[in-house]
């Protein structure tokens, strides 16, 4: 005779679900299908909350850090590898579906929404590479942007679990059917985030206040959904405790919020110093002038790189420029240059009849034309009628700009080692550069420091050389040895801060860098310095390295 089996031992209770168990169909304050409409909303802010999470890590470590290739894999790959640990540890929290749900939104709001303002904080205040602070420091952006990552990617992936079992227990389906609603309204809500944040949040909030907002959103959207729909599934405890959380977490975000101007004047005065003037987001960049006044220099900033330094600028400026003047010049093509400071040394030549300037950001000429300290220093260049500025992408105008036309053409832009960039120092980029150039015509180009960073200095020149042109590199160094020198210098890097400038001059023909006997006797440059330079350069050459394409950057 078989006996019966034994009855189950009842499971033991949940702290956090109300009598009548987590395992039952949810007691709901709607019918099951507007329950289910409402989940499914949930499902799309909080996908798109996640989302505009990602994409503000990613554009902060850019602007704040650079190479946006390296920032987008480290927080994509970081925060992909997470999402699937936090699937795994959300299992624990089945049974507890509703409070674990309630518990990792409003975690997850105050992580994202915060992530961006203390990002910044610690780049500010210790810099890239841990200014005086040192030690633990020293790669502190960079840590903690891994640590926003990993903690922000455990909280999205636990959230479909959890989700999941929700939606299950308002009206039971086969898992392909559900799977396939949930992961629906997730992409919908990713495209959203997607879109919104560089069209919507960026553009008309600026960062910190955009993911300020979001996880503001985020945790009114969590909230209200299960302590609206599924507050019957909740014991009394719980519900208080996820309202308190809430209410804190709202609270913190709020405060930021108000507190965010100051936030970022007291940033900047971190990174620039008490001198700041100008601080601007343009749409292609952030903008900050220092100084210019009361005797103290003008300092220009990009993105929070040091673009133009006031105590070294004319060395810089001098060099680029004069060498490529001797010969021909009566058409003259600058590419970048905004700030004004190229024209004013091309403008010094006699026989110059039209300057064209081609700068992809308008804020900064306008700039350029309308700042007392930056208008006089470039001797308000954009003020004489021979020059003719053009709001466009370099690479994109040269493929439509006519052929044999330029004598010289001055490439002043960022440094290669920027991602933005790379494509301005692409052999495509030079072949174009070269098309433009008349009979006799010569192309310089700022190919960044010689001695901190020689590979990429000599990659710039076999990529001119691979474009068809013959080069002759050369340098300058700066007045003073560790001064805040030049181009490319994030602010936090005094100590690192380049001590030279090199550049490669082109031509159809055997360039020489040599001034023009005929033309106006720089301020600071002379035949010796170049020479100098010009030896000094190429007792640093490596050879061998290939050139940099559209599709395979070398820098």
């Given at each position: 005779?078989?006996e019966?089996?034994?009855?189950a031992?009842?499971?033991?209770p949940?702290?956090?679900?109300?009598?009548?168990g987590?395992?039952?169909p949810?007691?709901?304050?709607?019918?099951?299908?507007?329950g289910?409409?409402?989940?499914l909303a949930?499902?799309?802010?909080?996908a798109?909350?996640?989302?505009v999470?990602?994409?503000?890590?990613v554009a902060?470590a850019s602007?704040l850090m650079?190479?946006?290739?390296?920032?987008?894999?480290?927080v994509?790959?970081?925060?992909?590898?997470a999402?699937?640990?936090g699937?795994?540890?959300a299992?624990r929290?089945?049974?507890?579906a509703?409070?674990?749900?309630?518990?990792?939104?409003?975690?997850?709001?105050l992580v994202?929404?915060c992530?961006?303002?203390a990002?910044?904080?610690?780049?500010?205040?210790?810099?890239d590479?841990?200014?005086?602070w040192g030690?633990?420091?020293a790669?502190?952006?960079?840590c903690?942007?891994v640590?926003f990552?990993?903690?922000?990617?455990?909280?999205?992936?636990?959230?479909?679990?959890?989700?999941?079992e929700?939606?299950q227990?308002?009206?039971?389906?086969?898992a392909?059917?559900?799977?396939?609603?949930?992961?629906a309204a997730?992409?919908?809500?990713?495209?959203?985030?997607?879109?919104?944040f560089p069209f919507?949040?960026?553009?008309?909030l600026g960062q910190?206040?955009?993911?300020?907002l979001?996880?503001?959103?985020?945790t009114?959207v969590?909230?209200?959904?299960?302590?609206g729909?599924?507050r019957?599934d909740l014991?009394?405890r719980?519900?208080w405790l996820?309202?308190i959380?809430n209410?804190?977490?709202?609270?913190?975000l709020?405060s930021?919020t108000?507190?965010?101007?100051?936030?970022?004047?007291a940033?900047?005065?971190a990174m620039?110093?008490?001198?700041?003037?100008v601080a601007l987001?343009?749409g292609?960049?952030e903008?900050v002038l220092?100084g210019?006044?009361?005797?103290?220099p003008l300092d220009?900033?990009?993105?929070?790189?040091?673009?133009?330094?006031g105590?070294?600028?004319l060395?810089?400026?001098?060099?680029?420029?004069?060498?490529?003047?001797t010969?021909?010049?009566a058409?003259?093509?600058?590419?970048?240059?905004?700030?004004?400071?190229?024209v004013?040394?091309?403008?010094?030549?006699?026989?110059v009849?039209?300057?064209?300037?081609?700068?992809?950001?308008?804020?900064?000429?306008r700039?350029?034309?309308?700042d007392?300290?930056?208008?006089a220093?470039?001797?308000h260049?954009f003020g004489?009628?021979r020059?003719r500025?053009?709001?466009?992408?370099?690479?994109?105008w040269?493929?439509?700009?006519?052929?044999?036309?330029?004598?010289?053409?001055?490439?002043?832009?960022?440094d290669?080692?920027i991602?933005?960039?790379?494509?301005?120092?692409?052999q495509e980029?030079?072949?174009?550069a070269?098309?433009g150039?008349?009979p006799?015509?010569?192309?310089?180009?700022?190919?960044g420091?010689?001695?901190?960073?020689?590979r990429?200095?000599?990659?710039?020149?076999?990529?001119?050389?691979?474009a068809?042109?013959?080069?002759a590199?050369?340098?300058?160094g700066?007045?003073?040895?560790?001064?805040?020198?030049g181009?490319e210098?994030?602010?936090?890097?005094?100590s690192?801060?380049?001590?030279?400038w090199g550049f490669v001059?082109?031509a159809?023909?055997?360039?020489?860098p040599?001034?023009?006997p005929d033309?106006p006797?720089?301020?600071?440059l002379?035949?010796?310095s170049?020479?100098?330079g010009?030896?000094?350069?190429?007792?640093?050459?490596?050879?061998?390295?290939?050139?940099?394409?559209?599709?395979?950057?070398?820098?």
């Open positions: 005779m078989i019966p089996p034994a009855p031992p009842p499971r033991s949940v702290p956090w679900s109300a009598p009548g987590p395992d039952g949810a007691r709901l304050p709607v019918r099951p299908g507007t289910r409409f409402l989940v949930g499902v799309f802010v909080c798109a909350c996640g989302l999470y990602e994409l503000e890590l902060l602007y650079g190479d946006s290739v390296t920032q987008a894999s480290v994509l790959s970081v925060m992909v590898f999402m699937g640990i699937s795994l540890a299992k929290l089945r049974r507890l509703a409070a674990g749900f309630g518990a990792v939104e409003a975690t997850l709001a994202g929404g992530s961006a303002m990002l910044y904080a610690v780049f500010a205040w210790t810099g590479w841990g200014g005086d030690g633990m420091w790669n502190g952006p960079r903690l942007l640590a990552s990993l903690a922000i990617g455990l909280l999205i992936g636990a959230e479909v679990p959890l989700l999941m929700l939606i227990r308002i009206r039971r389906q086969d392909g059917g559900a799977v396939a609603d949930l992961f997730d992409y919908v809500g990713a495209l959203v985030g997607g879109l919104a919507l949040l960026l553009p008309f910190l206040t955009g993911a300020l979001t996880g503001a959103v985020n009114v969590g909230g209200a959904l299960v302590l729909l599924f019957r014991t009394r719980a519900r996820l309202l959380g209410g804190l977490v709202l609270a913190v709020a930021a108000v507190l965010v101007d100051d936030f970022e004047r940033a900047r005065q620039y110093g008490q001198d700041v003037r987001q343009t292609v960049k903008v220092a210019g006044t009361g005797g103290r220009i900033y990009f993105d929070g790189r040091l673009r133009v330094s105590r070294d600028e060395r810089f400026h001098e060099a680029l420029v004069h060498p490529a003047m010969g021909p010049h058409r003259v093509l600058i590419l970048g240059g905004g700030d004004g400071l190229a004013r040394e091309v403008l010094r030549h006699s026989g009849d039209r300057v064209d300037v081609v700068e992809p950001d308008a804020e900064v000429v700039l350029a034309r309308t007392p300290a930056l208008s220093l470039n001797e260049a004489d009628p020059v500025v053009t709001t466009a992408d370099a690479f994109g040269l493929r439509g700009a006519t052929p044999a036309t330029y004598d010289v053409v001055v490439s002043d832009l960022p290669p080692g991602t933005a960039s790379t494509k301005l120092y692409s980029f030079y072949g174009l070269r098309r150039l008349a006799g015509g010569r192309l310089v180009v700022h190919a420091p010689v001695a901190a960073g020689p990429v200095f000599w990659t710039v020149e076999a990529t001119v050389g691979a068809g042109l013959r080069t590199p050369y340098g300058t700066s007045r003073r040895t560790g001064s805040a020198a181009p210098r994030r602010p936090a890097d005094r690192r801060a380049p001590r030279d001059l082109a159809r023909t055997d360039p020489r040599r001034l023009d033309g006797r720089p301020s600071v002379t035949e010796a170049l020479a100098a010009e030896r000094a350069t190429r007792r640093t050459r490596i050879g061998g390295l290939p050139a940099s394409t559209l599709v395979h950057p070398r820098y």
